[in-house]
């Protein structure tokens, strides 16, 4: 893949899309936003072990500085990481965040889509998944101009949420 890109993963697949990102990006830099809270701090941790950094916001505290720093990190060539659901849900929703970050940055959206065969989710908001030994992940990806998309916000959220949940395989 060429050029930087805002790649949109739901948070309860976070973990193996980390996994997936070191795979397949080839030791380009990437730069995932991780809250600012307490419980964002393991989260970094991780991350680091990963070789990725961090920007630390959310829409609850420090959006407009995280954003500014996603916009800076992207135009210097390097990828982004989004949950757009996270950090507290509600799940499987695509809040507006990511989307202003990569058309102010002017880059393409990387929905990344993960199905496994089997799986553990865990009692969060986000229903956090733990693939099973042995399951068999799926993966799928679309790549999304953001100038191709409505101008329109509403519209163009309502897009990508339908994408991201064609790409996963979930249901609202």
Aim: hydrophobic share 40%.
């Amino acid at each position: 893949c060429d050029g930087p890109k805002a790649m949109m993963i739901w948070h309860n697949r976070l973990f193996m899309g980390a996994d997936l990102i070191q795979r397949t990006r080839g030791g380009k830099p990437f730069h995932g936003i991780i809250s600012a809270s307490k419980d964002g701090a393991w989260l970094v941790a991780f991350f680091e072990t990963m070789g990725f950094k961090a920007i630390r916001g959310s829409s609850h505290w420090g959006a407009r500085e995280a954003a500014t720093a996603m916009i800076r990190t992207a135009q210097a060539g390097h990828d982004l990481g989004i949950t757009p659901d996270g950090p507290r849900g509600p799940i499987y929703e695509v809040k507006p965040g990511g989307l202003i970050i990569a058309r102010r940055a002017k880059v393409p959206l990387l929905l990344i889509g993960m199905e496994f065969t089997r799986v553990k989710q865990l009692r969060s908001w986000d229903r956090f998944i733990l693939p099973l030994p042995f399951s068999q992940m799926t993966v799928r990806c679309r790549e999304i101009l953001t100038e191709d998309l409505p101008k329109d916000r509403t519209q163009a959220l309502a897009e990508i949420q339908a994408a991201m949940i064609e790409l996963n395989g979930t249901r609202q």
